[in-house]
C-alpha cells in the first residue's frame, strides 16, 4: 500500500518550509529512514528520512518550492503501485499526535522492531545499527555526540573515515570562521523595505548552487549568489539602515578564567561535559544582561520592549556551509556546567545538522568569537531586532601592568555593537564594564 510523504511541522512555531532538493529521484528505491529530501525553514536545513521502505512513486512538489505543513510531497510503494486518486498534493494539516509522529520527529525508541538497544551503549538508532554493521565497527569505540551522548549516524561515519584520530577538534563555537560575523536567524523585514530588497521574498526556483560559476568573455568569473548569501546580504544592509551602529571596546584579564577553566576542565569532562572559554563568556553575559534589561531589548514604535527572556545566540561556523546562530533558551537560569552541557548539545546539533526551527529563534542578544581566525577586536552588525551583539577578540598573552609591576597576562577585547536609539553610551559602557568584571573576578 503506497505511503504518503508528508511535510511535517518542522518546530513548535514553523508551520512551513522549503524543499531544497530531493535525495532520490522518481523510480529510486528507498529504505525507510534513509534521507529522502532537504527541507529549510527559519534558515535551517534538516534532512528528512524516507517514512517506509519502497520505491519513490511520485513526486507532487518541486525543488524549491515553499508549502505548509502536512501538505503531500509524494508517494512511497511498490513498483509500479498506482497512487490513491485525487492526489494532487493538497494534503492536510497534521494534528498534533501526528506532529510529533511525522517523519522529522521519528521516535525510534517506541518500535521494538525498528530500534536497537544496548545495555552499555544507550539507544541505537536502526541506521547506526546498519551502518555499523555495513562496516564492521564497534560501537563500543565510538563516541557519541547526540542528546544523553547516542551514537549518531554521523559519529560512525566520521569513525569509519578518521579511524585512529585521537585529538579532539574544536568545537563549532571557537571555530567562527571567516566572512560574516553570524549569519541570520530571524529575518523580520519591514513592509518599507520589500520593494528595495526583492531578494527577500520567497522564490520558487531552486537553490544555485555556490560551487557554480559563470565564465565572462575577458575572463572574469562571476560567483553566483546562494539563496543565505542573499538572505545575509539584505540582512546585514537592513540592519545598517534601521540601527545607528556604535562600537565600545574593552579588554579584559582572563587570568581568573583561565585558572578556572585549567581546574576544572577534566572534572567537567569526566562529567561529560566538555568546557571551554565560550562557556564563561555566555555566562558573565547572561548575568550582565538581567541587570541592564535595557540591553536585552527592541526598539518598537511603541516603546522599547524588554524581554523577559535571556536567549543568548552563538554565532557559529559549519565550514563551508556559512554561519548559523542557535540560540540558547533562559541563559542566566544555568549554571557553568549547564551552560556547558546545552552548548555542547548545540554544538552537535549543528555540525550534524540536527538543528530545528526553534532552535535557531528566540534570541534577545547575540555573541560572535571572531577571535579564532587571529581578530583582536571587531564592530559587528547587530542581530536586527536586537539591541546589541558582543564581540570577543582572541584571547592572547600580553604586557601589562598591574598595581605598578609588569606581568604577563592572557586579555581579550570584548567589542559591544549597540543600537545608539535604545542604549546612551553610558548604559552601553556600564553594561560592557559589568561583563569585563564578572570574567576579572571569576570565582
Known sequence: MAVEIIMPRLGESVVEGTLVRWLVKEGDHVEEFDSLMEVESAKVNTELPSPATGTLLKILV??????????????IGDPGEKIPKGSSGKGHEPSVDQVHESPIKIDLETTENTAVQ???????????????????????????????????????????????????????????????LFRPTELQFPERFKSDYPDIQRKKEPETHINKTVQSERGDQILPLSKMRKAIAAHMVLSKQTSPHVTSVMEADMKSV?????????????????????????????????????????????????????????ATSLEEEGLIVPVIKAADSYSLSGLAGIIGDLVSKARNHQLKPDDVQGGTFSITNHG?????????????????????????????????????????????????????????????ANVVQKLENWQ
Open 118 to 180: 544496548q545495555k552499555d551503549l544507550g539507544f541505537i538508532s536502526p541506521v547506526v545499527a546498519k551502518l555499523a554493521r555495513e562496516h564492521h565497527v564497534d560501537l563500543s569505540l565510538v563516541k557519541g555526540t547526540g542528546n544523553n551522548n547516542r551514537i549518531t549516524k554521523n559519529d560512525v561515519l566520521e569513525f569509519v573515515n578518521q579511524k585512529g584520530k585521537t585529538e579532539p577538534e574544536l568545537a563549532a563555537w571557537e571555530t567562527p570562521g571567516e566572512g560574516d
Open 258 to 314: 583561565s585558572d578556572h577553566l585549567s581546574k576544572n576542565k577534566e572534572l567537567f569532562a569526566r562529567q561529560g561535559v566538555r568546557l571551554t572559554y565560550t562557556t564563561y563568556f555566555v555566562a558573565a553575559t547572561a548575568s550582565a544582561l538581567r541587570e541592564f534589561p535595557l540591553v536585552n531589548s527592541s526598539w518598537t514604535d511603541e516603546g522599547l520592549l524588554l524581554k523577559s527572556m535571556v536567549n543568548i545566540g552563538l
Open 62 to 75: 518541486e525543488e524549491g518550492t515553499t508549502v505548509q505543513a502536512g501538505k503531500t510531497l509524494g508517494w
Open 372 to 432: 579564532t581566525a587571529g581578530s583582536l577586536f571587531a564592530t559587528p552588525v547587530i542581530n536586527q531586532p536586537q539591541a546589541g551583539i558582543l564581540g570577543i577578540g582572541m584571547i592572547k598573552k600580553r604586557v601589562v601592568v598591574i598595581e605598578d609591576a609588569i606581568a604577563i597576562r592572557p586579555m581579550v577585547y570584548l567589542s559591544f555593537a549597540f543600537d545608539h536609539r535604545i542604549l546612551d553610551g553610558s548604559t552601553a559602557d556600564n553594561f560592557l
